[in-house]
């Protein structure tokens, strides 16, 4: 006899930040977890041969954003049978959805915080990025979770307003988020000082930075945007001004700047996996050079465009949705992208 399928009573979102988890409760009280919003919110996506054993039903299978094999040592026997107990249930379209206990979002960061205390994500630049997130997503709930607890002891949760735990959750998170990119801008220059093997003084960071850093910076955060019409733009606007403002003080807040963002993140995390200045140099053509031809059998003529295209891509997915997941640097930017200099 097949189990019956429940149907949500009550269905909402999670709004935390820029992230949206959809959710549920059921006829029987279970609070449930969407699964595809979860893994996007965790900027997790499986691979074609994870949905082609899902489609074909070959047997239980974990969660897609905690089903890789380098998560496997941080996964309980007890854990691992709660995730393979993906919840199926009619929403109120009449649609079966996949779900899980939310309960469970807590083991699943906490899977994700452990591979990477222990160094198991080393040189997984989505995985890292992933852990990250799922850091800051614990991070958020447990704060709301004793703020939840002291208006339940205390009866202010019949007088607070409907939404307040969300507005919290959602403040927390941007502010948490918010200090992530601003540790990445020092990454950025510490890598550099890494590759080129120059020596840097921590008590005075910006003082030790030699001067050939900006050209760097223009070439690998400043040109690539917008295929260098940006830089130009920026240039020409300092030369007018006669002034030497620095030039991300020239892009708007809500477009130009974080675009700048998501460039110093991409090539943040390219850095961070090379040994040396020229292994960087070729996985940064590799990524942002449309001419780019790999080097292996370089010599052999390519048949056809068709199979020029079936050329490993990898890295164009090595990063993705780090601070703002619908930002794409090559998108047309509308034209307030620049600002004048106060």
């Known amino acids: 006899m097949s189990k019956k399928i429940l149907k949500a ?3 909402g979102e999670l709004n935390i930040g820029d992230i949206i988890i959809s959710c549920a409760v059921l006829e029987d009280g279970s609070r449930i977890l969407v699964e595809r919003s979860l893994a996007t919110a965790l900027g997790v996506r499986g691979s074609g041969a994870y949905y082609k054993k899902k489609k074909e039903k070959k047997g239980a299978l974990l969660p897609e954003y905690v ?10 026997d007890e854990v691992n049978k709660k ?8 929403d109120k379209s009449g649609n079966i959805v996949d779900g899980i206990s939310a309960e469970m979002l ?5 899977i994700w915080h452990q591979a990477y205390e222990k160094g198991a994500l080393k040189n997984k630049p989505n ?3 992933t852990a990250k997130q799922s850091y800051i997503i614990f991070k958020g709930f447990a704060k709301v979770g004793i703020i939840s607890l002291v208006d339940e002891a205390t009866g202010y949760q019949y007088k607070r307003d409907k939404n307040d735990l969300q507005v919290i959750l959602g403040a927390y998170i941007s502010e948490e988020v918010a200090k992530w990119q601003l540790t990445f801008t020092e990454e950025f220059y510490d890598q550099i000082f890494r590759l080129w093997k120059q020596t840097y003084n921590k008590a005075k960071p910006k003082q030790s930075r ?9 070439k690998y955060i400043y040109k690539p945007i917008q295929s260098g019409v940006v830089l130009d733009e920026i240039k020409q606007k300092a030369s007018d001004d006669n002034n030497k403002a620095r030039f991300h003080q020239y892009l708007t807040e809500d477009i130009g700047k974080k675009h700048l963002v998501k460039q110093i993140t991409e090539v943040t995390v390219l850095m961070s996996i090379c ?4 292994q960087f140099i070729e996985l940064f053509k590799k990524k942002y050079d449309k001419n780019y031809q790999l080097s292996l059998f370089g010599d052999l003529p390519i048949a056809s465009e068709k ?7 990898e890295l164009n997915n090595i990063t993705k949705k780090v601070m703002d997941y619908k930002i794409d640097p090559n998108s047309p930017l509308p034209n307030n992208t620049f600002k004048k200099s106060i």
């Open 275 to 278: 040994d040396d200045k020229n």
């Open 210 to 218: 030699p001067a050939f850093f900006g050209t760097l910076t223009n």
């Open 106 to 110: 807590v083991d699943i960061c906490d």
């Open 127 to 129: 995985a890292l990025i």
């Open 67 to 76: 089903s890789t094999k380098y998560l496997e040592p941080f996964i309980s």
């Open 83 to 90: 995730l393979l107990k993906t919840v199926s249930y009619i």
């Open 307 to 313: 199979k020029k295209q079936k050329i490993p891509t």
């Open 9 to 11: 009573e009550y269905k």
